[in-house]
């Protein structure tokens, strides 16, 4: 819940203006005691808040909680500190990660350092936006025609005054500037010189404008499947579609080849051709929501979600295949039936992609555009057609400008190289991203390849892993064009 603390008459914060923004407000304005207690769900993890400002830019203003997680270093003879995870998403909980997903850390790094991680402003257990449930629902997977434009238009900003409403004044500072303010009182909070800092696909922006905004303060910063922060909305939406074609292709090497594909000795690009037309006409359901029906759009979705880690290949082919099977004409669940499922649940919602809107700006001035942008994915893209990319041009449509967070080239002057950890057939943060942000670093980065498929590297490569606890424990950075060899799959 925020609390609202009065300001001091006459009280001031003088802020200076930079490059990239605001030069960054002093981590005293955090209430830096953490009262660390065991979690809830597991008495081994210790679970705690922070005490932040609403508006960094006015320090003693409104307040929020940041819910924050650790596990102490099993080793306390061999510790050197805390190293804080940055989640991805955005949305995903770093609460969680450290409660329920220690492992994805490695046996010397939990021995060496304190594991910490947190929820997002805006996100989990810090104070999440919230909205109606039934606004969120009308928001439009892809635009027909202009009438749907400006009714997407109309309803975005419905959709803004009510998340405003219910979640109140941080719902305009959830931008990945603030939250990296929040990340310095976290280092603060924790004791910490500098920061040692892994941050994984969305949690890559926050390491990067962290190191643009404390380069001195930087330990050590893991970039794992990194973010392009500089592009516009035509390099986002062709980079992003660039990738998951690729990536899908990569699917289709892997089933014509192993055995473990139960599609193995058949067409899977004429089969996946097939299933996009009946979505077209809305005879195509999902084996795995009995009754619902999937649209193309959720049908790339879907299956582009499931590329993100190799495991899930097997069940993609098998997911393809029951569809195939299926062939008997079906429509979406009734309106009556959706209003039943509804009337289930709260009227509202956490809408954690709030965030997104904040941190980009992808402005589109009419449905002709919005439908320029459209036929050139499917041209990049002919077999996904509908990367998920498409959703953040729909979803954050006529937000305010300028953005609190707007895209840039990363200014970074630490005297640490930041290591980007990237795998060159990433489905969703690809290798395109990877190398234009090493290239944006300069000397002030280094990138190390990954030759191999997934969402990430770290957990997926034993090499990957051995180079980044090397980096992280005792700051050794792999040489310039450092790559590591696939695991087959």
């Given at each position: 819940m925020l609390?609202?603390?009065?300001?001091?008459?006459?009280?001031?914060?003088?802020?200076?203006?930079?490059?990239?923004g605001?030069?960054?407000?002093?981590?005293?304005?955090a209430?830096?005691?953490?009262?660390?207690?065991p979690c809830?769900?597991?008495?081994?993890?210790?679970?705690?808040?922070l005490?932040?400002?609403?508006?960094?830019?006015?320090?003693?203003?409104?307040?929020?909680?940041?819910?924050?997680?650790?596990?102490?270093?099993?080793?306390?003879?061999?510790r050197?500190?805390?190293l804080?995870?940055?989640?991805?998403?955005p949305?995903?909980s770093g609460?969680?990660?450290?409660?329920?997903?220690?492992?994805?850390?490695?046996?010397?790094?939990?021995?060496?350092?304190d594991?910490?991680?947190?929820?997002p402003r805006?996100?989990?257990?810090?104070?999440?936006?919230?909205?109606?449930?039934?606004l969120?629902?009308?928001q439009?997977?892809l635009?027909?025609?202009?009438a749907?434009f400006?009714?997407?238009?109309?309803?975005?900003a419905?959709?803004?005054?009510?998340?405003?409403?219910?979640?109140?004044?941080?719902y305009?500072?959830?931008?990945?500037?603030?939250?990296?303010?929040d990340?310095?009182?976290?280092?603060?909070?924790?004791?910490?010189?500098?920061?040692t800092?892994h941050?994984?696909?969305?949690?890559?922006l926050?390491?990067?404008?962290?190191a643009?905004?404390?380069p001195?303060?930087?330990r050590a910063?893991?970039?794992?499947?990194?973010?392009?922060?500089?592009?516009?909305?035509?390099?986002?939406?062709?980079?992003?579609?660039?990738?998951?074609?690729?990536?899908?292709?990569?699917?289709?090497?892997?089933?014509?080849?192993?055995a473990?594909?139960?599609?193995?000795?058949?067409?899977?690009?004429?089969?996946?051709?097939?299933?996009?037309t009946?979505?077209?006409?809305?005879?195509l359901?999902?084996?795995?929501?009995?009754?619902?029906?999937?649209?193309?759009?959720?049908?790339?979705?879907?299956?582009?979600?499931?590329?993100?880690?190799?495991?899930?290949w097997?069940?993609?082919?098998?997911w393809?295949?029951?569809?195939?099977?299926?062939?008997?004409?079906?429509?979406a669940?009734?309106?009556d039936?959706?209003?039943?499922?509804?009337?289930?649940?709260?009227?509202?919602a956490?809408y954690?992609?709030a965030?997104?809107?904040?941190?980009?700006?992808?402005p589109?001035?009419d449905?002709?555009?919005?439908?320029?942008?459209?036929?050139?994915?499917?041209?990049?893209?002919?077999d996904?057609?509908?990367?998920?990319?498409?959703?953040?041009?729909?979803?954050?449509?006529?937000?305010?400008?300028?953005?609190?967070?707007?895209?840039?080239?990363?200014?970074?002057?630490s005297?640490v190289?930041?290591l980007?950890a990237a795998?060159?057939?990433d489905?969703?943060s690809?290798?395109?991203?990877?190398?234009?942000?090493?290239?944006q670093?300069?000397r002030h980065?280094?990138?190390?390849?990954?030759?191999?498929?997934?969402?990430?590297?770290?957990t997926?490569?034993?090499?990957v892993?051995r180079?980044?606890?090397?980096?992280?424990?005792?700051?050794?950075?792999?040489?310039?064009?450092?790559?590591?060899?696939?695991?087959?799959?």
């Amino acid at each position: 819940m925020l609390r609202v603390r009065k300001s001091a008459v006459g009280w001031a914060v003088a802020l200076a203006l930079t490059a990239v923004g605001l030069t960054p407000a002093s981590p005293a304005a955090a209430r830096t005691a953490i009262d660390w207690r065991p979690c809830p769900g597991d008495a081994t993890a210790e679970c705690g808040t922070l005490s932040l400002p609403v508006d960094w830019n006015r320090p003693r203003g409104e307040r929020f909680d940041l819910a924050l997680a650790r596990r102490v270093a099993t080793d306390p003879s061999a510790r050197k500190g805390s190293l804080v995870f940055g989640p991805g998403g955005p949305g995903d909980s770093g609460v969680d990660r450290v409660v329920t997903g220690s492992s994805r850390f490695s046996d010397d790094l939990r021995r060496r350092f304190d594991i910490v991680s947190f929820d997002p402003r805006g996100t989990g257990g810090s104070h999440p936006v919230v909205c109606a449930r039934d606004l969120l629902a009308q928001q439009p997977q892809l635009i027909a025609d202009q009438a749907q434009f400006d009714a997407t238009l109309a309803g975005n900003a419905l959709l803004r005054a009510d998340c405003r409403a219910r979640t109140g004044p941080l719902y305009d500072h959830v931008d990945t500037t603030s939250a990296a303010r929040d990340l310095d009182a976290v280092r603060a909070a924790l004791g910490e010189r500098k920061l040692t800092f892994h941050g994984s696909s969305y949690g890559t922006l926050l390491g990067e404008r962290y190191a643009e905004l404390y380069p001195d303060r930087v330990r050590a910063v893991v970039l794992e499947a990194a973010m392009d922060h500089s592009v516009g909305t035509r390099a986002f939406l062709d980079t992003q579609a660039v990738t998951a074609e690729g990536a899908f292709d990569e699917f289709l090497a892997w089933c014509a080849r192993s055995a473990d594909c139960v599609l193995h000795d058949r067409d899977v690009r004429a089969i996946w051709a097939g299933l996009h037309t009946r979505a077209e006409r809305g005879t195509l359901t999902d084996p795995d929501r009995a009754g619902a029906a999937l649209a193309p759009f959720e049908l790339s979705r879907l299956a582009h979600k499931k590329l993100y880690d190799t495991w899930r290949w097997p069940g993609l082919a098998e997911w393809l295949g029951k569809m195939d099977a299926s062939t008997s004409s079906t429509t979406a669940l009734s309106a009556d039936a959706d209003a039943d499922a509804e009337s289930t649940v709260d009227a509202v919602a956490p809408y954690p992609f709030a965030v997104f809107c904040q941190d980009w700006s992808l402005p589109v001035r009419d449905y002709r555009e919005y439908a320029g942008h459209l036929r050139r994915t499917v041209r990049l893209a002919p077999d996904l057609r509908y990367p998920p990319a498409l959703f953040a041009l729909s979803t954050c449509l006529g937000t305010p400008t300028p953005v609190a967070n707007p895209q840039h080239r990363l200014r970074v002057r630490s005297d640490v190289p930041l290591l980007i950890a990237a795998t060159v057939h990433d489905p969703a943060s690809g290798y395109n991203w990877a190398t234009s942000v090493a290239r944006q670093l300069g000397r002030h980065g280094v990138l190390l390849t990954y030759q191999g498929w997934g969402h990430g590297s770290y957990t997926t490569s034993p090499c990957v892993g051995r180079a980044v606890d090397s980096y992280l424990i005792d700051q050794v950075v792999p040489t310039r064009g450092a790559s590591c060899p696939a695991i087959d799959v």
